[in-house]
């Protein structure tokens, strides 16, 4: 889960400041990065429908080395872009998600490697100026109109296909690793079934191949606020006032769920919103975590796109559907992490998914991930695994 | 969470068939029931507003014995009623929730003791019509219609004020036990905790005191559909179309959150709503689970009422932004059951609460309850506990 940037400022930032973790360094250390945009005339889903002019952004960390045999590819979380590290300037005031681990010297070393992150087809974060996506917010060129739910489903294959071509436009035709987070690791699971030899190393970070009927029905959860909303209109609503209040309270299940006790109990605690009002004393005043969640939602609403979030939810879905089984494909070395107190993907799906991925013969590593973000600690408490995946990567 | 008796039919039956339990036995042995009427003329609550007319529904099983000794009073969960147990006809589907444990001969032996199961205030289901209960969906008798959102909010301890004049208006002065599951267990630590003295014995299924910022947050998601939907017109909608599409949503989130992944992939596991209807080719078509609970969410929301979710809500908030130091008022042994797979109560909140009532001096004996369906099994998968509630009943 990204917390973009406002969002993070409301809440997460708290949280982060409290525990220590904040992620970056010194202005001195910044590697200073560039958004880049990949573009593809056309492109054909695995369910047979063609897009034009597809474009998604992209950044890199480090630099191709002369056989191209150092690319790794980092893919993102639900909520989250292709700033995996860095900062577009000194003066931002955090740094890519896993800033923590790639850079130079760190456990994903830009000295050694060429890292490449890029957005994906159907990215959430349309307001956000640095993304490039292409997805229902998009114009069909030959309607001259937002695509809206007439976008094609999509698949992670799909996304997969699409960051192929941008792989394969830059030279390289194997990777030295794929690795990512949360939806991030299902794609990097999804890359490395589908192209064994291609992929070789795989990092999945707190994601699981094979959370079935559980996983299709939270997502469904995690969407309904958007189709409640009469603003969505079916999905009908550019040019108009957008599903807001719907997106917001989408946006509010996903980041609580993605959390955890420890850090809701720290961060929040049982006080109240306002100072004189009473949750006991009348139906409207509440606590300051339904406020804080809701004010972090409300930012993070402001530059999302509700369609892009129920195609987000389908790809997931699918993915969620499809058989473990077939991750028997799997040929790379794998390197699992995951955190024990994550409430979206329970360790026993984890620890499955690495199950299914052994018995196909690929050897694989385990590893916890601790902090008292849940689900999260794969995206903000990676420091401590520094050594873990810096020995991974290098091997 | 109670499954009401269509939204039964719909899910939770399938559920139940498969595993083997469906409560209540042969006809020749089923308890039939009575639903009664409690009425105060006036009851104020603890934040000092005066409701008049208050009415809760209540039912009994077995005889209360000449000294009055023998009353065991059972408080329900958050979508459950006063029916614990027993039919109101021997065609009835199916019986009271405890079934399984309250009868003759059963865990909780009618033939020895005198069960009382009440409606709560502000209770779910204002369209059951074997449901009595007083809150916002109610007429207010100074105006002549509905109090809508001028209810005033009532806390547990108003549930447990109002339940100790039902109780005093039998002659009952001391109960031999007071037990519930999920938010009636926090009913029933609310009891002990505020009347030490009256509470002969306390059972609290599946609910824990402490959860604290991470409870009130879930509610707050629960919650939240209702308020994107424009129809709840901030709680005036009597007379007009009623919220029910934001009601459906929220009554989906409970059900979810209060059942297990085993329950999920057992009974839906990937298969699509439709068949022909491949998820993955249109961005309409869902999987079975999601229909599923999208079925029994609506037939659910037909007869429950929006307003009273959201003041269930607030009590339930209350009582967990209260510290659970004050349960070690608590002088009633106690027991505790929980369910390991629980993810509305996660089974260390439930330790929790053990060691807190420990600490105060009361003895506590806790037990693991088994089964497919999470948070739920301590509704649906209570018989294997029987010698275990016999005994502490009898003890």
Redesign the interface.
């Known amino acids: 889960m990204r917390l973009g940037r406002i969002a993070r400022a409301a809440t997460l930032a708290l949280a982060l400041v409290g525990a220590g973790l904040g992620g970056g360094g010194a202005a001195a250390e910044d590697l200073i990065v560039q958004k880049k945009t990949f573009e593809m005339p056309s492109f054909t889903t695995?369910?047979g429908r063609t897009i034009k002019n597809v474009k998604i952004g992209w950044e890199s960390y480090g630099a191709l080395n002369a056989d191209r045999s150092n690319a790794i590819l980092v893919t993102h979380f639900f909520s989250g872009t292709s700033h995996a590290a860095g900062k577009y300037a000194p003066g931002d005031k955090t740094p890519g998600y896993w800033d923590a681990i790639i850079g130079p010297g760190k456990a994903i070393d830009t000295n050694k490697f060429f890292v490449i992150a890029s957005d994906t087809l159907v990215n959430l974060n349309t307001g956000d100026p640095k993304v490039v996506t292409t997805g229902p917010a998009s114009i069909d060129p030959d309607t001259g109109k937002p695509y809206g739910?007439n976008f094609p489903?999509v698949?992670f294959r799909d996304f997969v296909e699409v960051q192929k071509a941008l792989v394969e436009s830059l030279g390289i035709s194997k990777l030295h690793a794929v690795a990512g987070a949360s939806m991030g690791a299902l794609q990097a699971y999804e890359w490395a079934a589908d192209y064994p030899d291609k992929v070789g190393r795989l990092m999945a970070v707190i994601g699981a191949a094979d959370?079935?009927?559980?996983g299709?029905?939270?997502l469904?959860?995690w969407a309904?606020?958007i189709?409640?909303?009469?603003k969505w209109n079916n999905?009908d609503y550019y040019g108009k006032e957008p599903p807001t209040?719907?997106l917001k309270?989408a946006l509010?299940?996903v980041s609580?769920h993605a959390n955890?006790?420890l850090w809701?109990?720290k961060?929040?605690?049982?006080a109240w919103a306002e100072e004189g009002k009473d949750?006991?004393?009348?139906?409207?005043n509440?606590?300051k975590?339904?406020q804080g969640?809701e004010q972090s939602a409300t930012a993070r609403a402001a530059v999302s796109d509700a369609n892009h979030f129920?195609?987000l939810v389908?790809a997931n879905?699918?993915f969620?559907?499809a058989?473990g089984e077939r991750l028997k494909a799997i040929k790379a070395p794998t390197l699992i992490l995951y955190s024990p107190t994550d409430q979206v993907f329970?360790q026993s799906f984890v620890k499955a998914t690495a199950d299914i991925i052994r018995s196909g013969g690929a050897p694989v590593e385990t590893g916890e991930i601790g902090g008292n973000f849940g689900h999260l600690n794969g995206v903000v408490a990676m420091a401590p695994l520094s050594d873990k995946v810096r020995g991974f990567m290098e091997k």
């Open positions: 695995q369910g739910l489903v698949s959370s079935g009927a559980w299709i029905a939270w469904d959860v309904s606020p189709r409640v909303d009469p999905g209040e719907g309270q509010k299940v609580l955890h006790w809701a109990e961060t929040f605690g049982r949750p006991a004393a009348a139906i409207g509440r606590y975590i339904e969640l129920l195609y389908k879905q699918l969620m559907a058989q329970d």
